[in-house]
């Protein structure tokens, strides 16, 4: 099972960004699909999840800016961000898990992870 994530950069606060995780020997459609990320010196957090039911799910602090899709033609998810902050940087990780509906979203109960793709935002 392979999960890469891509599309992190550089961007000014105020801008958009769009992250695709291109998922290989698993079906994104199968699973609950998640995209975490680890500010530097914190720990990973739960940022937004799609559920194999489709129910989506954010962290408080991207609510109205950020946007979880799935494509199931190509196998992939994607988080567009928008009206970035500072505070967004970090390194985004996806990750799948099969967790039945209102189990806690850990780290710990994950089953894959991407490579992670950074994200600064700083003008």
């Known amino acids: 099972v392979q999960l890469q994530a891509s599309g992190g950069g550089l961007v000014q606060p105020g801008g958009s960004l769009r992250l695709s995780c291109a998922a290989s020997?698993?079906?994104?459609?199968?699973?609950?699909m998640r995209w975490f990320r680890q500010a530097q010196g914190k720990e990973r957090v739960f940022v937004a999840g799609?559920?194999?039911?489709?129910?989506?799910s954010y962290a408080d602090s991207v609510k109205g800016r950020f946007t979880i899709s799935r494509d199931r033609a190509k196998n992939a998810v994607y988080l567009q961000m928008n009206s970035l902050k500072s505070e967004d940087t970090a390194v985004y990780y996806c990750?799948?898990?099969?967790?039945?509906?209102?189990?806690?979203?850990?780290?710990?109960?994950?089953?894959?992870w991407g490579a992670g793709t950074q994200v600064t935002v700083s003008s």
């Open positions: 799609i559920r194999w039911t489709s129910t989506i």
């Open positions: 990750a799948a898990d099969r967790l039945i509906s209102g189990a806690a979203i850990d780290v710990e109960a994950m089953n894959y």
């Open positions: 020997g698993i079906s994104v459609g199968n699973y609950n």
